[in-house]
């Protein structure tokens, strides 16, 4: 160590011993406790997962307790509504529950199955079916909320696909009704097309024949979408206008739960 004074002077070779003592203390008293926040944070991260999967799995396994009465007032909602014994403000007032109680289950709905694929629990049922009779069925349960927005929808299936196919079709609809009750919702005076088409696959059965594909495009000629926000339409409660959301009401999970639903069946689903 050198002094402006010109002089030199040397350190004592205790010094140099202390520094190391120092530094070796500093790390043991340190490190131990980088390491302690290091293992509490993961632990309370898996504490944190676990509850999830808990809350999830215990929704998943009471579904059927929580949809019943909601069916229940759905139900008698809806024959109320048809009762002819009433004033005008008593059918007005009917139709409003009627209205908000169908919401309400659409929406408890939702977080059942996003709370079913989250846990794993979702279980598939395949069924040979009529595609088109599936499709037209979708269809005609948005007819009345198509011709409201003075929308058209229509479909077309490639020839080359036969009529009856091997699906869940109770998850095949949903997924349908979904992206099709989203495409009106965000479409209006205008059209929702819903083509089927075959496409090729590397998969085969039994390493013989390769396993035929099915995919299935929803256009329509609504508000359309920004480019960057593209990559976001799949996460949950994620919404693309939140104006018209707030109008049309939702959750942000039916696209996410189409997804997880496509991926279960061995497909997929993505946005041009």
């Keep these: 160590m050198e002094i402006n004074s010109g002089h030199q002077y040397i350190l004592p070779q205790w010094w140099t011993v202390i520094q190391c003592i120092l530094l070796a203390l500093e790390r043991y008293l340190i490190l131990p406790k980088e390491k302690n926040t290091n293992f509490k944070w993961q632990k309370n991260r898996d504490d944190a997962q676990q509850a999830v999967k808990a809350k999830n799995a215990l929704l998943a396994n009471r579904s059927r307790e929580i ?3 909601l069916h ?3 139900e008698s909602s809806d024959a109320l509504c048809k009762c002819q014994k009433q004033n005008d403000e008593q059918k007005e007032l009917s139709k409003m529950m009627s209205n908000s109680s169908h919401a309400l289950l659409g929406l408890v709905n ?3 199955d996003f709370s079913r694929l989250e846990s794993e629990s979702i279980e598939l049922e395949m069924s ?6 599936a499709i037209e069925e979708c269809i005609d349960s948005y007819y009345s909320k198509a011709i409201k927005n003075g929308n058209v929808v229509s479909y077309d299936v490639e020839g080359g696909i036969p009529e009856m196919v091997c699906l869940d079709l109770s998850r095949l609809k949903q997924i349908l009704q979904k992206l099709i009750s989203n495409a009106i919702t965000f479409t209006e005076n ?9 496409i090729e696959t590397d998969l085969t059965e039994n390493g013989d024949q390769p396993l035929p594909r099915l995919q299935f495009v929803i256009k329509d000629t ?5 480019k960057d926000t593209s990559e976001w339409i799949f996460q949950s409660f994620w919404q693309v206008d939140q104006s018209r959301s707030r109008r049309h009401g939702g959750t942000g999970l039916g ?3 189409s997804k997880k639903l496509a991926i279960a069946m061995g497909g997929d689903m993505w946005f041009h």
């Design 255 to 257: 696209l996410a739960i």
């Design 110 to 112: 939702d977080i059942l």
């Design 67 to 69: 949809k019943t009465p």
């Design 222 to 226: 609504g508000i359309g979408m920004k």
């Design 190 to 198: 205008g059209e929702i097309h819903i083509s089927v088409s075959s």
């Design 72 to 74: 229940t007032i759905c």
């Design 128 to 133: 040979i079916f009529s595609l088109r009779n």
